[in-house]
């Protein structure tokens, strides 16, 4: 049954968890390694999804939809969430959190040039110019403003984080004709990516997890980051009278986000971040602006 509050109240409640996750990144990475975050994170999620499958019943769908497509799940649960946090998390430990979170936020611009050559789509005028000013958005940010010069306090985390929308785009691009229940999907992730996650751990780290401050951020990173927050949105979406007006809930993320890095991590916001990060969800706004499908979503509101 549709419901435009509760749709609106669970799309807030998916906004809220994503706009603390950079500010539990980079508190998080003061106690543990990327890779130990990560391991600790996935195994918290891990569970939760686990636990949200028992409750709705579905549990015993795991095996027979992994034996459908082996590999593909395999595929998915290398990309998410060993590969793509993996990367992310190298990134947030090379850059100020502002940098690499909003540089992450790229990747729907990505997506859409990537969704070309893997899902037969063609680009739009509109996207060509939504791709050229979220891009010179995030050279703004990476540079502090100073575009011409290309100095970037770290060019391995520019490169990391830029690098990490592929892999986030890549994933989506993988199921966008999945079939299957999207939380057995996400859960079968989880179960298929923890076992790369143990081997990366012990080759780029260790499993000396001493600190309970990093124990703290990385579950709290696993239940909410991974966990709640996906199924929160999954929800709006179910509920939405109207899915563009949810969608475009996500837009607050990014802004609250650096809220919270200045108040919880100290980190002073650059004005270029800020100048950035407009122009990166201008660039997002441009892309969804359908006025035809808009008329028809209002039409079907009344």
């Not at 499958?53 to 795991?62: D, N, P, V």
């Amino acid at each position: 049954m549709k419901n435009q509050k509760k749709a609106y109240l669970y799309g807030l409640g998916a906004v809220a968890c994503w706009s603390t996750v950079a500010s539990a990144f980079k508190l998080s990475l003061n106690y543990f390694e990327p890779a130990q975050l990560l391991l600790v994170a996935t195994f918290s999620s891990l569970l939760l999804l686990l636990g949200l499958l028992a409750r709705q019943g579905k549990l015993h769908l795991l095996l027979p939809t992994f034996k459908q497509r082996p590999g593909y799940y395999t595929l998915l649960g290398l990309l998410n969430p060993a590969l793509y946090y993996l990367v992310l998390f190298q990134a947030y430990d090379l850059l100020p959190a502002q940098q690499a979170q909003t540089l992450n936020y790229t990747w729907a611009i990505t997506l859409t040039l990537l969704a070309v050559p893997f899902l037969g789509q063609s680009i739009r005028r509109q996207d060509w110019i939504a791709i050229a000013l979220g891009y010179l958005g995030a050279m703004v940010i990476a540079t502090k403003g100073d575009i011409f010069s290309l100095n970037f306090d770290s060019p391995l985390g520019v490169t990391l984080a830029l690098a990490s929308t592929l892999l986030w785009a890549g994933y989506w691009i993988l199921n966008a004709r999945n079939q299957a229940d999207p939380l057995v999907t996400l859960t079968l992730s989880f179960l298929l990516g923890l076992p790369v996650i143990v081997l990366a751990t012990a080759w780029l780290s260790d499993f000396a997890l001493d600190a309970w401050q990093g124990w703290v951020g990385a579950i709290y990173v696993g239940l909410f980051e991974m966990g709640f927050a996906f199924v929160m949105w999954l929800l709006a979406l179910r509920y939405a009278e109207n899915t563009a007006r949810i969608s475009n809930l996500i837009f607050i993320s990014p802004f609250a986000s650096l809220l919270l890095l200045r108040l919880l991590v100290g980190e002073q916001i650059y004005p270029a971040t800020l100048a950035g990060l407009v122009m990166i969800v201008t660039a997002l706004l441009i892309q969804q602006w359908q006025p035809r499908r808009r008329f028809a979503n209002n039409t079907e509101a009344e």
